[in-house]
């Protein structure tokens, strides 16, 4: 149950494409999502975080999708760049767990010129 | 830049040496946090300090000794360890408090290989 299933674990996209990741959660108590983007050697960078009142949040190219009843978000890059080449964890975490974070196993983008 | 710095980047240890890694965050922050990560894994949680006083222990082994000085620092010591301890270590903090208490900053992580 504190699981957080992320998809897929690779992903080769053209620039300009859109990047997609997804990531679904089964507790219900979760009440904290937040991407994270880590370049080699770097530890991880927070890029974008929601919470479950919101269905949707963008901050530049970077959208995050937020589906309550499908117990599902996803991160949307739009217009990648080959700067966006990384790998991304989605995560969530409990407000009363002291900040615990349950990561996903994390998606390696390469985004080729 | 993040504003959670960790020192030393790189270490590398013998099975029988003791040393330590640190870690400072001036954000106010009463959070602290070390996560250990292998390559291509996520980070794993190891201990959590609120207000100074560790909330969480993740079961790890007694050869890693957290250590909190005061509300900016934060340390890990290390003794004993094996091999299969060279990872990645991150330290990390946090507000306290429901609006803003879940948003965790990450530093750029200390490598330690053990020989």
């Known amino acids: 149950q504190q699981q957080v299933k992320q998809s897929p674990q690779s992903l080769i996209v053209q620039k300009g494409g859109i990047s997609i990741i997804n990531c679904a959660y089964e507790?219900?108590?979760?009440?904290?999502f937040p991407w994270y983007q880590q370049f080699p050697g770097k530890g991880p960078a927070l890029l974008i975080a929601?919470?479950?009142?919101?269905s949707e949040k963008k901050e530049g190219r970077f959208t995050i999708s937020f589906n309550k009843s499908a117990k599902q978000f996803s991160l949307h890059i739009m217009d990648s760049q080959p700067g966006d080449s990384a790998t991304y964890f989605c995560?969530?975490?409990?407000?009363?767990?002291?900040?615990?974070?349950?990561f996903g196993q994390g998606t390696e983008l390469s985004v080729k010129p | 830049d993040t504003e959670v710095t960790q020192t030393p980047k790189h270490l590398v240890m013998g099975m029988t040496n003791k040393k330590s890694l640190k870690c400072e965050q001036h954000m106010g922050h009463r959070a602290m946090y070390w996560y250990k990560q292998k390559a291509k894994k996520p980070p794993e949680l190891m201990f959590v300090y609120s207000y100074e006083k560790l909330s969480i222990n993740e079961s790890v082994p007694s050869r890693f000794s957290p250590e909190c000085p005061n509300s900016s620092l934060l340390n890990l010591h290390l003794h004993a360890l094996q091999p299969e301890d060279s990872a990645l270590y991150l330290c990390a903090s946090s507000q306290l408090g429901r609006i803003s208490g879940n948003t965790i900053y990450f530093g750029e992580g200390s490598w330690l290989t053990v020989v």
């Open positions: 995560a969530a975490s409990v407000y009363n767990q002291g900040g615990k974070l349950i």
């Open positions: 929601i919470r479950p009142d919101v």
């Open positions: 507790n219900t108590a979760f009440d904290y």
